[in-house]
């Protein structure tokens, strides 16, 4: 790389960081806004004439893919960092930011590059998120959503049983997706039911 090179590449990183914090600044003024009108006025929000429930957080996969730098490296530090600004008052955990992280991975998203000083990982953009995913790219509950809507009411371990004969974790040990697909379908009772059996099927909502 010649010295040109090296100023284009410096260059390029700038205009990203001020996107970035542009990016976040709005996000930022977007969640004053919303918090200012929460204290001046208990009247619902109102779309198309109807009165409806202040919009729901935004998923966090989805903010770590707006965040994201595009043309450098990041930690997993400066994720949480960026993550944080992004949501201010929401609380983020570092666990949970690098269980997503792996999941942008195996979709393709970003990439490990190396590690650096004190053994941390930096991680680079590789290309937009799919709307539609693979299935083994997916979060344990919309998988698990997929398989009990095609076979109906499952018991846990017949659901990691399907879950792995297509191809969801086949490098996990039984036992610790076992553990991983119980936890995940009681976080979710909106979306999941258990029987008298133990058996758990997706819950089918009423148009």
Not at 68 to 90: C, H, I, N
Not at 137 to 164: F, H, N
Request: proline share 4%; charged share 35%.
């Amino acid at each position: 790389m010649d010295a040109y090179d090296q100023l284009r590449k410096v260059a390029r990183e700038k205009r990203d960081q001020a996107i970035l914090e542009a990016r976040l600044e709005c996000q930022r003024t977007l969640h004053t806004i919303k918090a200012l009108r929460a204290r001046i006025t208990d009247k619902p929000l109102i779309e198309g004439g109807v009165a409806v429930d202040e919009p729901k957080r935004r998923k966090l996969i989805d903010i770590i893919c707006e965040v994201v730098p595009k043309g450098y490296a990041f930690t997993m530090v400066e994720l949480q960092d960026w993550v944080q600004q992004s949501e201010p008052g929401r609380t983020v955990d570092r666990d949970t930011l690098r269980t997503l992280i792996h999941t942008l991975k195996n979709e393709g998203v970003v990439r490990r590059v190396a590690r650096t000083g004190r053994n941390a990982v930096t991680w680079e953009y590789v290309k937009p998120r799919s709307r539609e995913l693979a299935f083994e790219a997916m979060l344990l509950p919309d998988a698990a959503a997929v398989v009990l809507r095609d076979t109906g009411p499952l018991r846990i371990m017949e659901l990691v049983t399907a879950l792995q004969k297509r191809g969801y974790r086949t490098d996990a040990q039984p036992r610790t997706l076992l553990a991983a697909a119980g936890a995940a379908l009681r976080r979710n009772p909106e979306r999941f039911a258990v029987d008298s059996d133990r058996r758990w099927a997706t819950i089918v909502r009423a148009k």
